[in-house]
């Protein structure tokens, strides 16, 4: 397949040239680069011994792909990890070096029965990532008897002038810190205890973020889960806001609040060390449920858009609001497109939908339901009836790779009444992202219309209007060039 005969490959999201990638790793900024490196294998499009992939962007669109940096050794597999720029070179490794803090997976004492194979280590690199060299003490952190002890984020703390870390460990969070990034002392243990069937704990965050329109600050702990555990059926990732003395994590929270509603958004991370103070991460835009299959050829797995965090606080309590990065707007322009009203709503007709944004408002939403189809006979449904906002991917096209794809459809958010509703969505060959009410909501779906999408059908209630229709095309064609 060329790159761009290739029907799923998207425009905008980032995938990897060939291979099997999964969870983002190590997003970190250094001169004027935004670093993405990911859990890659480079022989297969299904998973196997984890590598670190890495790709470079100047404004988080346009990727490069670098050469692999992280190589399994005799210390395992690398998984999933963060990377930090040490500018008062604590470590030892170099001025600005930028140290990568992974999981070493290791198969052969997995195989023993021992549930000790996962360890923490750390390389460094200070050619901006192309030449990476591992520390010979690893591992920096040896395993303390949690068969799944994995996935570290380190960040600096300002206030305390101190390397902190915290990893997933099973079925909670644990958290370290360091002087040098080598050696680390465990300070303490977050759990939250509900829902015991959440599936594993994996891939966790932790940043301060002041709440708009105040001078309040709150630490955010974001933390992924296998298993059955999201709202709508397989992986999915979950945040908690609460209190962070540089010791312990507390919240006052009591129940789980989802980062994304849909399927396909796992193991966020933010990045390290970015200039102008925003949080941006960026997630795996699949499902452990049926990731290993979706009908791509030589290339498996996307990433999502790379979005911006902000934190609101409203009746409804702290709410981690996700909106597409700001650096969107500069490859999208707004076109034209072919609009017929109907009996019961409107109708957008465009061949550029499969690479469009498309947002509108709704007033006095009681109900309506938005089509996307192509010629295949294919379509996606986005819709709110009854205080519930839901989206079906059953006839989307391709949906029998795997049974768990279509298991759960429709996929709902429970939104209650609502007197007005913004919707954007952003449309690529084989993704739909749904941003609700300036993202205090988000769905991610993955689709494969045998077709691209060409028509866009809103029917509404009566007493709903639909205003400020806005349609625009991402100037985009391959986001990995
Ligand atoms: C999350 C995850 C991580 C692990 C990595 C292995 O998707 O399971 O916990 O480090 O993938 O590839």
């Not at 901006?128 to 002890?149: A, L």
């Not at 932790?206 to 555990?229: D, M, P, R, T, Y």
């Not at 929270?253 to 396909?264: H, I, M, P, R, Y």
């Not at 939403?365 to 519930?388: C, H, M, Q, R």
Request: some cysteine; charged content about 25%.
């Amino acid at each position: 397949d060329s790159l761009d005969s290739d029907p799923y490959r998207p425009n905008f999201h980032f995938t990897p040239k060939e291979k099997w990638m999964n969870d983002p790793n190590g997003l970190v900024y250094q001169n004027g680069q935004y670093h993405l490196f990911f859990q890659y294998y480079p022989d297969s499009t299904v998973w196997g011994p984890m590598h670190w992939g890495h790709a470079v962007s100047k404004d988080l669109l346009n990727w490069k792909e670098k050469p692999i940096a992280l190589y399994p050794d005799s210390l395992g597999y690398i998984f999933s990890g963060s990377a930090v720029i040490d500018k008062n070179n604590t470590a030892g490794f170099g001025q600005d070096a930028m140290v990568a803090i992974f999981t070493y997976h290791n198969p052969e004492i997995e195989k023993t029965g021992s549930e000790k194979f996962q360890t923490q280590g750390i390389a460094y690199s200070l050619d901006e990532g192309e030449t990476w060299t591992k520390y010979k003490g690893n591992p920096v952190i040896e395993n303390p008897g949690i068969r799944d002890f994995r996935d570290p984020k380190v960040f600096w703390n300002e206030d305390l002038e101190k390397w902190q870390m915290l990893l997933a460990a099973k079925d909670h969070i644990e958290f370290f810190e360091s002087e040098d990034l080598k050696d680390w002392k465990k300070l303490s243990d977050f759990r939250f205890n509900d829902q015991p069937e959440l599936g594993v704990w994996e891939c966790p965050d932790l940043f301060e973020l002041q709440v708009a329109g105040s001078n309040e600050k709150k630490w955010v702990l974001i933390v992924s889960h296998g298993g059955e555990s999201s709202p709508n059926g397989g992986s999915g990732t979950r945040y908690f806001v609460g209190e962070f003395d540089g010791k312990k994590f507390t919240t006052q929270q009591k129940e789980s609040q989802w980062l994304d509603f849909g399927t396909d958004n796992y193991a966020g991370v933010s990045f390290n060390n970015v200039p102008d103070g925003r949080r941006i991460v960026i997630g795996w835009m699949s499902n452990w449920n049926y990731a290993t299959t979706t009908p791509t050829k030589d290339w498996r797995s996307a990433m999502t858009l790379a979005r911006e965090l902000e934190l609101m606080k409203d009746d409804r309590g702290y709410i981690l609001k996700t909106t597409p990065v700001r650096e969107l707007a500069s490859v999208s322009k707004n076109i034209k497109m072919e609009q017929n009203t109907t009996e019961k709503g409107l109708e957008i007709k465009s061949e550029e939908l499969s690479n469009s944004i498309i947002s509108f408002e709704i007033d006095n939403p009681e109900g309506f339901n938005l089509v996307l189809a192509n010629d295949s006979g294919n379509t996606y449904e986005i819709g709110y009836k009854d205080g519930t906002f839901y989206t079906n991917r059953k006839n989307s096209g391709i949906v029998d790779f795997n049974e768990k794809f279509t298991e759960k459809e429709p996929q709902k958010i429970p939104l209650g009444d609502l007197e007005k509703m913004k919707l954007k969505l952003i449309i690529d060959k084989s993704s739909i992202e749904i941003f609700l009410n300036e993202g205090e909501y988000a769905m991610t779906n993955l689709v494969y219309p045998k077709s691209p999408w060409n028509t866009l059908k809103i029917e509404h209630d009566e007493n709903t209007k639909i205003k400020d229709l806005k349609t625009q095309k991402v100037n985009l064609i391959l986001a990995n060039a």
